[in-house]
């Protein structure tokens, strides 16, 4: 078949110059759009999010398959089956937050493509990219560090305030997932006494909806901080805030009351 030419439209400027020292969820950088380019940026800061697709020009063309985020414990996947950097057409999809446009330039957090990568396109994120809870593969983090920043990072992106109750939030999703696995399962239901801010950043985590199928059930309280975590056959996971205000630096068994009943 005939080659397909593309040329870049810009490039990234970004603090990060090496593949391996990106962070999973990228970090705050420049895009510098070509002066011939520059019209096509015309009312883009009328979006908030927008999708870059750059070009890994330091990736591998030749790989097929490999594992998750490099991770030799997890199951090998075919590269059209997740995001690994290495495919024969290395085009990276990053989904990033517009802070500012100036001139030729906009300024995005979570790009994760290093310094001097070249952008193909620039597309707006709309409300109907959203698949509230889509069927994906479970891949955990490396370490339970890296995986709470995953979930954090899921977290911010539905919840879009860091209080106490996201974090809260995520510190319980951590320990249900290592429970039950991955938190979008269709049979975890999942019951949350609290703060709204608590039940908006667990549905978030959880993609757990109302209905079809009810998994999310919500009781308001002030005085009450619990979720419940339950799958058919496998128990119920109780966890009870105690209190402490200092979230993300306690350990477990200070943060919340912990009870699992197997069925
Ligand atoms: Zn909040």
């Not at 997740?82 to 906009?106: D, F, H, W, Y």
Request: charged residues 20%; glycine residues 6%; aromatic residues 8%.
């Amino acid at each position: 078949m005939e080659a397909i030419s593309l040329h870049p439209i810009g490039y990234v400027i970004s603090p990060v110059s090496e593949p391996k020292d990106m962070p999973p969820g990228g970090v705050a950088a420049e895009i510098e759009v070509l002066p011939q380019y520059q019209p096509g940026l015309l009312r883009v800061e009328e979006n908030s999010h927008l999708w870059i697709q750059s070009w890994f020009h330091m990736a591998s063309r030749d790989q097929l398959i490999a594992h998750p985020r490099g991770n030799q414990h997890l199951p090998e996947y075919g590269v059209f089956a997740m995001r690994s950097p290495g495919r024969p057409n290395p085009i990276a999809l990053s989904l990033t937050k517009l802070i500012k446009l100036e001139n030729n330039k906009l300024y995005v957090e979570r790009l994760d493509a290093v310094n001097g990568t070249p952008v193909l396109d620039i597309k707006p994120y709309f409300e109907n990219d959203i698949i509230f809870s889509p069927r994906t593969p479970y891949i955990p983090g490396k370490t339970r560090t890296s995986h709470q920043d995953t979930l954090l990072r899921q977290a911010l992106a539905h919840h879009q305030e860091k209080c106490p109750s996201l974090y809260l939030a995520v510190r319980m999703a951590l320990v249900a997932d290592e429970v039950f696995g991955h938190l979008n399962n269709p049979e975890l239901m999942i019951n949350v006494t609290g703060s709204a801010c608590l039940a908006d950043t667990i549905q978030g985590l959880t993609r757990a909806r109302l209905a079809n199928p009810a998994r999310f059930f919500y009781d308001f309280s002030t005085s009450l901080h619990q979720t419940i975590w339950t799958m058919n056959g496998r128990g119920t996971l109780t966890l009870t805030w105690l209190g402490n205000t200092d979230i993300m630096e306690c350990a477990d068994e200070e943060l919340f009351s912990m009870d699992f009943k197997l069925d």
